[in-house]
């Protein structure tokens, strides 16, 4: 185990026998306790120093406040738990998505610093935003005012235009709590391109990687995904800021996950009053149960997010099957996880 030593700043590598145990620290002899467990504040790993725990991703990921030692810098670093349970593809997968986002720079993205491993842990580091998540914003107020959602989730869909124009990235879990509102007033998109494989199919009935409120029917079924994909989940999200409940409930994860194939939606416009046929238009544009009847682009998406603003009408045509179940033996592949 490494860790820095409080007095010097020192990074000592001591056996993980040592754990919680005092020692002398290499450079400056004075008397330094070891991190109780790995990951505890002041262990190191690779160029970055454990804080403090500030989040989780779910059951297979921790985030922590740390320090980059190199650049001097905070950042928030996510270790992936299950890594070391994966194929060795997989493993490379993982470190390729996340340094094809470090190379992408837009200022609603959280900047990706960088993507590693040491000695079985595999990390990203990512830029730390100090504010409040949209999760957490809808906790306290219910549902946004339609023009404050609108705009963001206008930021969020260039931002999300970039990475899939620049680098093919697909996000894959796009949902409120996956959106920063900064303390500089900045609408910062978090986990882009992390542990996600786009445009590929899900085989051999692998756990679908998402959030079974927000995710696409197309991974539920086992089939490749695009950015049609993420605006189906930015739809689900819009949903959700405009009448404070996301698109589709259900008792279990997995029952929530089922209802997004077989379930019609119903219309933003029927649960709050305040919100626009026109407004109500562009979420069920977003949120068709089949990929080919939703918005094809980040462009022709925005283009109606704006005339909607304006207070025109949407130039996308909704489908009349926008909402047919998706029903047989597709059905039976709904794997969702939340994470």
């Not at 650049?71 to 996510?78: F, G, S």
């Not at 935003?129 to 809808?138: A, M, P, R």
């Not at 925005?302 to 045509?317: A, M, N, Y």
Request: glycine letters at 8%; aromatic letters at 4%.
């Amino acid at each position: 185990m490494k860790f820095q030593c409080t007095h010097c700043e020192k990074i000592n590598d001591v056996d993980d026998s040592s754990a919680g145990q005092a020692v002398t620290c290499e450079e400056c002899g004075n008397a330094v306790a070891v991190p109780p467990q790995f990951l505890d504040s002041g262990t190191v790993i690779n160029d970055f120093v454990i804080k403090e725990k500030i989040g989780s991703g779910g059951s297979n990921t921790t985030v922590y406040l740390a320090h980059q030692i190199s650049l001097d810098r905070p950042v928030a670093l996510k270790i992936v738990h299950e890594a070391t349970e994966q194929e060795e593809s997989v493993r490379n997968e993982l470190l390729r998505e996340g340094r094809a986002a470090a190379r992408l720079t837009h200022s609603s993205i959280v900047q990706a610093y960088a993507a590693g491993e040491e000695k079985g842990v595999y990390y990203f580091a990512m830029e730390y935003v100090e504010g409040t998540t949209l999760h957490e914003i809808l906790t306290q107020t219910g549902r946004m005012v339609v023009d404050q959602a609108l705009a963001i989730i206008g930021e969020i869909s260039e931002a999300l235009g970039h990475a899939w124009e620049k680098e093919r990235l697909v996000h894959n879990d796009i949902k409120p709590s996956n959106i920063i509102l900064s303390k500089r007033g900045e609408k910062k998109l978090a986990d882009l391109g992390l542990a996600h494989r786009p445009a590929e199919a899900a085989e051999d009935h692998e756990p679908v990687s998402g959030t079974p409120q927000y995710i696409a029917p197309e991974p539920l079924q086992g089939k490749g995904i695009d950015c049609r994909s993420d605006i189906y989940s930015l739809g689900g999200t819009l949903y959700c800021m405009l009448t404070g409940t996301p698109p589709f409930v259900g008792q279990t994860a997995l029952e929530t996950a089922k209802k997004h194939l077989t379930t019609p939606l119903t219309p933003p416009e029927e649960r709050v009053k305040e919100i626009s046929a026109n407004v109500s238009h562009v979420v069920q544009c977003m949120l068709t149960k089949r990929p080919e009847h939703r918005y094809s682009s980040y462009d022709e998406l925005l283009h109606d997010i704006r005339r909607v603003q304006q207070g025109k009408k949407p130039t996308k045509t909704l489908h009349e099957d926008a909402q047919k179940p998706l029903i047989g033996g597709e059905e039976e592949s709904t794997s969702g996880k939340e994470t």
